[in-house]
């Protein structure tokens, strides 16, 4: 019974940590994936959730960014299957972003909302490698594909995203 109460215990203060660690770079990833700020605050929740409860499989303090990472990707797509999900209106403009925690410059602005318009895949990688800071291997390893599979997406993002800020805003 002690050593219950003292894994809990221990438990606790680890997702107390991973909230006060990651909490904010989950919201972001769930934003982008999910399009909505209620829905990826509710995102976030479920992947605490989800890694709390599995935390023992865990193999690697190491590796837990990786791994909330991909609990959170798989939670955002989990809902978007979801039947009412494909029902709600989900075009980004500038009034639907979440507040930002500094003033977003105008440039910031253009870039989120052609990060938006990528491809989902594509979205995901260009996030997780340039927003999350996570290598290629990571990102393979996480969504279970090949590194050269990241890497062309990645390369594929780079490529929309500059051609999409060249045309400015307003064009798709």
């Avoid at 052609?114 to 291997?137: D, F, G, N, T, W």
Wanted: proline content about 3%; some cysteine.
């Amino acid at each position: 019974m002690a050593a219950e109460r003292e894994a809990g215990g221990i438990h606790d203060q680890t997702l107390r940590r991973w909230v006060e660690q990651y909490q904010l770079a989950l919201l972001r990833m769930c934003y982008l994936c999910l399009r909505d700020a209620a829905l990826a605050e509710d995102a976030v929740q479920e992947t605490f959730l989800k890694a709390y409860r599995t935390m023992p499989s865990l193999r690697a303090q190491r590796y837990e960014k990786t791994w909330l990472m991909r609990i959170a990707i798989n939670t955002c797509r989990d809902m978007r299957r979801s039947r009412w999900f494909r029902y709600v209106d989900r075009r980004v403009t500038p009034e639907t972003l979440p507040q930002a925690a500094e003033p977003f410059e105008e440039k910031d602005e253009a870039l989120t909302l052609a990060l938006m318009k990528l491809p989902e895949r594509c979205r995901e990688i260009v996030v997780l490698h340039y927003y999350q800071q996570l290598s290629i291997a990571e990102i393979a390893r996480m969504l279970n594909v090949s590194a050269s599979t990241v890497s062309t997406q990645l390369s594929r993002g780079k490529k929309k995203l500059r051609a999409a800020l060249e045309r400015g805003p307003g064009h798709g």
